[in-house]
């Protein structure tokens, strides 16, 4: 199943007397890379929230934006952990008197040492309803980048058989170059006044034409070819060793215009370096 890298989706959950919606954007990229954003203030849960990520995505640069608010009354968000604060001044004071310092200990002071965090007892109130909006979140950004993979897979596939279709030519015209490279041979000895022995001759001839004989080449695209065609039905992430593919596919592609003696050939050749091109080029958001 092909996947895009490229999806969106937004989970709501509301609980606990917490509102909280997610956000989530993936974008292209060469491995996993996940951001969390607007959600320092809860370092406890942001291991947690990174798990669910890994476990739902494989490639891609993954984007999370959280929003949340306390619905009880009375209350406000994210009150001061008072306990912490007041260890981190006394340390402060501590290291104040130790080194002579004069002028008394500030908030700002307080701020700066880490002393000034938000009260996290009630986290675990707080992850039910936020797994349960992530958990949204990500289910719409998979369906979302499985509805982008299937254009995707078409697209793919289209490159892929048209790519075959121009390889059967080069196949159907192989013995028509061979032919003609014989054929040249002959009338330029022909032209030397050369009498060569028949059987040396015909070494020659097949010397030649073996130089230019693509066979193996085909043969290698095709598999290529036919073993691309199964991944793009596969189940499990497939962006890698598609990629592989398409190099090994150019590279045949490329030994074979080489070899290539002929107008319509070399053509043919061009037509698929670029279906291979343009393969790569979409393979870039494939998961």
Known sequence: MVKSMTGFGVGVSEGNDWHVEVSIRTLNHRFLSTRIRSFNDHPQLLSRIETRLKKAFSRGEVSLWIGISHLGSGGKDNPLDTAVAQNVFRELEALRTQLGISEPTTL????????????????????????????EA??????????????LKCELQNIVDRTQSTLDRVKERLPEVLAEIRTRLEERLDALQMNLDPARMESEVALLTDRFDVQEEIVRLETHLCRTAQ?????????????????????????????????????????MKLGIEQFKEQLQNVE
């Open 138 to 151: 990500i289910q719409a950004t998979l369906v979302d980048r499985a509805r982008e993979g299937d254009q």
């Open 231 to 271: 991944v793009l039905n596969g189940s499990s992430p497939i962006g890698k060793e598609l990629d592989f593919l398409s190099q090994e596919m150019l590279r045949e592609v490329n030994t074979l215009g080489s070899k290539a003696r002929d107008t319509l050939t070399s053509s043919l050749v061009v037509d």
């Open 108 to 135: 700002q002071d307080l701020s700066r040492a880490g002393g000034l965090q938000p009260l996290h007892a009630e986290d675990e109130e707080l992850w039910p309803v936020l797994e349960a909006a992530l958990r």
